[in-house]
């Protein structure tokens, strides 16, 4: 009887943990995903070493909504179309698989172009209005300066942007037309980002969109490692925890 006893409590054990992993994936597949941010591309909006929840219901599923993009969903199924301005995250559309979190900037149909250093849609110049300087720190500890400012899109959604200058590399580009079913998105590190403007990443499909940057819910600055964890309170940033990401 104890023997019987025995094998009954490891099979339970083994079902209840069954059972868990189903719906923790069930959760992550349809309704969010926890992300992190390894480089500084979206600075000022994310820095290196927030961590955010990712909203799959807002633009519908794809093969990319599953877990190592199983090719089971044909297209996009309950789509709806992201807006100007949103934070998302898509996969790479060069490999399909690596994580890509930018602003979208371009919906189909629009003509995005940079002309030293502003941004145009449509051929309208894009409002900008200073917020001064930012300044942050590179692993040497050397202080990099940016200016900083307030960029406000045609429908009025208004985001922060950092320019080292306005004669980078993708400060001036062609005029690139977003195709049917394509995004154009764009970092809001403008001079440090690797995004629509850059041929290795180009238009986004739409069938590449995992879905919309929500809210942090964790955030640390990385001068802490992992087993000193009397610096961990001084490392994680207590003032960016649990924010919506605009």
Do not use: C
Not at 82 to 94: I, T
Request: charge should be positive; avoid cysteine; aromatic fraction near 14%.
């Amino acid at each position: 009887m104890e023997e019987k006893n025995t094998q009954g409590g490891f099979w339970e054990t083994v079902r209840i943990f069954i059972y868990s992993a189903l719906i923790a994936l069930f959760v992550r597949t349809v309704f969010a995903e926890p992300f992190n941010i390894p480089s500084g591309s979206m600075i000022p909006t994310l820095l290196v070493g927030d961590y955010l929840f990712v909203s799959k219901m807002s633009y519908g599923y794809s093969r990319h909504s599953l877990p190592y993009s199983l090719p089971l969903i044909k297209g996009r199924l309950f789509y709806e179309e992201p807006k100007r301005g949103d934070v998302l995250v898509f996969k790479m559309p060069s490999d399909n698989k690596t994580d890509y979190i930018k602003r979208l900037i371009g919906l189909p149909g629009d003509k995005v172009q940079m002309k030293n250093g502003r941004l145009f849609i449509n051929g309208n110049m894009v409002e900008r209005q200073s917020e001064g300087e930012y300044v942050m720190r590179d692993d040497s500890g050397k202080a990099l300066r940016f200016k900083k400012y307030t960029e406000i899109l045609p429908e009025g959604v208004k985001h922060s942007i950092l320019e080292a200058s306005d004669s980078s590399m993708f400060d001036n580009t062609e005029e690139f037309t977003v195709p049917e079913d394509h995004f154009f998105m764009m970092g809001d590190n403008r001079d440090n980002s690797l995004d629509s403007r850059s041929i290795k990443v180009g238009f986004v499909p739409k069938v590449n969109l995992v879905g919309k940057a929500k809210f942090l819910f964790f955030s640390n600055d990385g001068s802490a490692a992992w087993w000193q964890i009397w610096k961990w309170p001084m490392a994680v940033r207590w003032k960016r925890l649990f924010r919506g990401i605009k």
